[in-house]
Every structure is written in structure tokens, then in C-alpha cells.
């Protein structure tokens, strides 16, 4: 199994980015799939997921600014984010809980570097 993860990068105060993160592999369902991030010298924290029956949740500073969703024909969890701000800046990680045929477990994907800088 491997999470893909895709859409970071260098952004100004107040922009916009999308980040994809497609799994694939021998996957026989997926129950959650979220985005995590991990700032310079801090833990990684929980920034939203969405579950299969489509139920979110996010992080409170993030409310309001990113959306997290999910296209479950493409095992993908999208996650778009506005009106970024510079404490924003992290390596963002999918994750997604999966059953294989060695049962459930949890995945992470490389991480992928958004940087909010004027």
C-alpha cells in the first residue's frame, strides 16, 4: 500500500493550495483518510479528516479555511486550504485507515512541505 501525497509548496499570506493524497495498493476498503502536519521542532497534530460515511473534523485553527474531502472512486482525500497564514507552515502528511488483506492498519504517506511566507 502507498499513499501518494501531492500539491505543496511556496505561497504568500492569504493564497490558496490544494493537496491530493491517493492511495493505492491491495486495498479492500478504507474507513478514515485525514491530513496531519508537523511544524519545525513540534509534534504532528491532527489538521481534518473525513470518515467513509463522509462525516469531518478539523482542527480549530483551521476551521473556516480548509476544507478536507474525498473522492472514494480514486481512494483520494483532498484537502484546500485558503487564506493560508504563515503559522500554517508545516510538512503535511496523509494518513488513511485501511484493511488489506492482513487486516487493518494505518498508513501514512511522505509528507509533502507547504511554506506561507510573505
Known amino acids: 500500500v502507498q499513499l501518494q501525497a501531492s500539491g505543496g509548496g511556496l505561497v504568500q499570506p492569504g493564497e490558496s493550495l490544494r493537496l491530493s493524497c491517493a492511495a493505492s495498493?491491495?486495498?479492500?476498503?478504507?474507513?478514515?483518510m485525514g491530513w496531519y502536519r508537523q511544524a519545525p521542532g513540534k509534534q504532528r497534530n491532527l489538521v481534518a479528516d473525513?470518515?467513509?460515511?463522509?462525516?469531518?473534523n478539523y482542527a480549530d485553527s483551521v476551521k473556516g479555511r480548509f476544507t478536507i474531502s474525498r473522492d472514494n472512486t480514486k481512494n483520494t482525500v483532498y484537502l484546500q486550504m485558503n487564506s493560508l497564514k504563515p503559522e500554517d507552515t508545516a510538512v503535511y502528511y496523509c494518513?488513511?485507515?485501511?484493511?488489506?488483506?492482513?487486516?487493518?492498519?494505518?498508513?501514512w504517506g511522505q509528507g509533502t512541505l507547504v511554506t506561507v511566507s510573505s
Open positions: 473525513v470518515i467513509s460515511d463522509g462525516s469531518t
Open positions: 494518513s488513511a485507515l485501511l484493511r488489506t488483506g492482513t487486516g487493518w492498519g494505518r498508513y
Open positions: 495498493g491491495s486495498i479492500f476498503n478504507i474507513n478514515g
